[in-house]
Each structure stands twice: as structure tokens, then as C-alpha cells.
Nanobody, 124 residues
């Protein structure tokens, strides 16, 4: 099992930037892929970005491609989500998740461990 704690959320104006962090503990961090998901009020949880165990392969939802960047630091057990050019429609609770797979997967059911979430609000 992996324990995940997100941080870095907050209120930002449209066009601004935020960097979310996710600290992992428990299972060997470098052995599994990681993902970020988000859930807006009244909507289902949706995939945002994922990174494989090595950090060399990433994948993004079309809605964030070119604006968000996912990275990881296996030495520090951290995964990041750099969010630039934020839009009001990016407003949501953002969740970090860990899968037992080493390769990227986008389905939330493939992720076994989840953080508590961090809130991101983008004002227009």
C-alpha cells in the first residue's frame, strides 16, 4: 500500500500557474506509475496526466496537453503537476494516485491508492 499526500492547491487567476506536489510513502516509489486526476463539483473524476515508473514516459488528457506537465523525483518520492495557463474550467479537486503497474494507465480503476486531494480554484 502507498500513502499519498497532495499539496500546492489554491486560488489563482485565469492565466496563472500552480504546482501541485504529491509525497508518497510505503511501497518502493520507483516501482510504479503515478497519475493525477481531478473532480469538479457535480462531475465524475477524470484523468489529467500520468507518468511511468522511470519518469521518461508521460501522457496527458487533451484538455490539459501543452499546459500541464507531470514529473517525478524518485530519489525524493515526489510527483509534481505543473499547471500553466490555467482556465476557470480547471477548477476542481486534484488527486494523486498510484498504480501497481509500471506503465501508464488512464483508468481510475487501475489505481489502487489515492491521496486526499487538494483544491484548485481558477477565477476568471
Amino acid at each position: 500500500q502507498v500513502q499519498l499526500v497532495e499539496s500546492g492547491g489554491g486560488l489563482v487567476q485565469a492565466g496563472g500557474s500552480l504546482r501541485l506536489s504529491c509525497a508518497a510513502s510505503g511501497r518502493t516509489f520507483s516501482s510504479y506509475a503515478m497519475g493525477w486526476f481531478r473532480q469538479a463539483p457535480g462531475k465524475e473524476r477524470e484523468f489529467v496526466a500520468a507518468i511511468d515508473w522511470s519518469g521518461r514516459i508521460t501522457y496527458y488528457a487533451d484538455s490539459v496537453k501543452g499546459r500541464f506537465t507531470i514529473t517525478r523525483d524518485n530519489a525524493k518520492n515526489l510527483v509534481y503537476l505543473q499547471m500553466n495557463s490555467l482556465k476557470p474550467e480547471d477548477t476542481a479537486d486534484y488527486y494523486c494516485a498510484a498504480t501497481h503497474r509500471r506503465v501508464i494507465t488512464t483508468g481510475p480503476l487501475d489505481y489502487e491508492d489515492w491521496g486526499q486531494g487538494t483544491q484548485v480554484t481558477v477565477s476568471s
